[in-house]
């Protein structure tokens, strides 16, 4: 998989950590654009959710930081859907609101092991605040 993401996007993952992440629902506030960390090289999202007919919760590649509407493409996360980018300074993306079940497995390619750890821990923390103030 690495060597076919390493062709893809002409730049050398072999060797590089990964980081995967399991996400379940989604919440009012996921969705903003942005673009990911610098640590992140490369990132890969599959998805894991039956018949997708919401329009919220679609990711969307877009042109610019701004304006969500300015899209280079939409796709539903729907079951079995595979979608890969390469992070650079304007690799915006993001989605339309959606609170609920939105299941997808996403596979960092990192820089290096010090950046692995560092997002790994930003992630453990923000899911034990969310269970804390899911629970509160």
Known sequence: MTDAFSEKFGQDLRG??????????????????????????????????????????????????????????????ALGTLVAFQRSNNSFHGHEPYVGVRRYVMINWMANTLAAQRELMRHRLSAQAKKLLNYA
């Open 16 to 77: 590089r950590p990964t980081m995967v992440t399991l996400r379940g629902r989604a919440q009012e506030k996921d969705g903003r654009i942005h673009t990911d960390s610098e640590a992140k090289l490369v990132t890969a999202l599959l998805y894991f959710n039956e018949d997708w007919q919401a329009q919220g919760g679609r990711l969307r590649l877009l042109r610019n930081g701004t304006d969500l509407n300015d899209m280079i493409t939409e796709v539903p996360p």
